[in-house]
């Protein structure tokens, strides 16, 4: 129930930024949804209704190699935000388009961020540029730039240059949050002081498929024995880790410190 909350509150999100503020601004959003503007911008066919249609054959792709229920979640954001763009009017809040394509790009890219955080995603191009972080683990914010340079060049050449240069705008904007609320990409690594080593291995383990290198510790003031365990986890798996840690052993002590870069094996596919 939570996840379907952070969905439909998603489409809301994406569809209040695109009819509040790019469409009355004729500034592109990105992925298909900007494909989708382009397409209601030359033929008389809404937005909502043409990003329904383009997300079929790229739902199918997800279905074969992301996974079925991530890609139904998808699918189900891409419907209700095809709903929301149908029912929520167009209505320009401002008339200055640079605030236009930035509150757009940012009020769409939580709408599009807070779904892939809770195991699903927007669809479109967002299912392509999760498989593309996974496979090199780059944020996925570089490859959704990317994989939208072909929307601002798009949009110099059919329309004119100056909404091309505020769609690259909005792009930008969307993919610095995305790359703030999607986390996975960014490493850190804990180091667990306890005195209950064994039973906090086996709850990370049976929580979090990491792997932990144990270190003996004793106290500097009492003297006790104690372990030190270690693990690099992501950004994304560290709100799990400190709750395990705080059920198990709450008189623990846990470092956190930022990991720059890692050397050997890491997965990345979780």
Not at 74 to 97: G, K, N, R, Y
Not at 143 to 152: D, E, G, K, S
């Amino acid at each position: 129930m939570k996840r379907i909350a952070i969905i439909i509150f998603g489409a809301i999100a994406v569809a209040f930024g695109l009819n509040f503020f790019l469409i009355p601004a004729d500034v592109f959003a990105s992925g298909l949804t900007g494909v989708s503007q382009f397409i209601s911008a030359l033929f008389p066919v809404s937005t909502g209704i043409v990003l329904f249609l383009l997300n079929i054959p790229v739902a199918i792709l997800g279905w074969l190699k992301v996974g079925r229920l991530f890609t139904f979640y998808s699918f189900l954001h891409v419907a209700l935000t095809s709903f929301f763009l149908e029912v929520i009017p167009v209505q320009a809040l401002t008339e200055d388009i640079m605030l236009n394509a930035v509150f757009g790009g940012i009020i769409a890219a939580i709408g599009t961020s807070l779904p892939l955080r809770y195991g699903t995603s927007a669809g479109g191009l967002d299912i392509i540029a999760l498989v593309l972080a996974r496979m090199s683990d780059r944020p996925i914010g570089v490859y959704f730039f990317m994989l939208n340079a072909l929307i601002v060049i798009t949009a110099g050449f059919v329309f004119n240059w100056e909404q091309a240069l505020f769609t690259l705008v909005s792009i930008y904007a969307t993919s610095r949050i995305m790359d703030m609320i999607h986390t996975r990409h960014v490493k850190c690594t804990a180091f667990i002081i306890t005195k209950k080593a064994d039973e906090l291995r086996e709850k990370i383990h049976e929580n979090v498929t990491r792997g932990i290198t144990r270190m003996p510790a004793k106290g500097g003031f009492d003297s006790e024995e104690k372990e030190v365990l270690m693990i690099v986890i992501t950004r994304y798996e560290l709100f799990k880790l400190r709750q395990i840690t705080e059920e198990t052993d709450p008189k623990a002590f846990t470092n956190i410190v930022p990991t720059t870069e890692i050397v050997g094996s890491f997965r990345k596919d979780d």
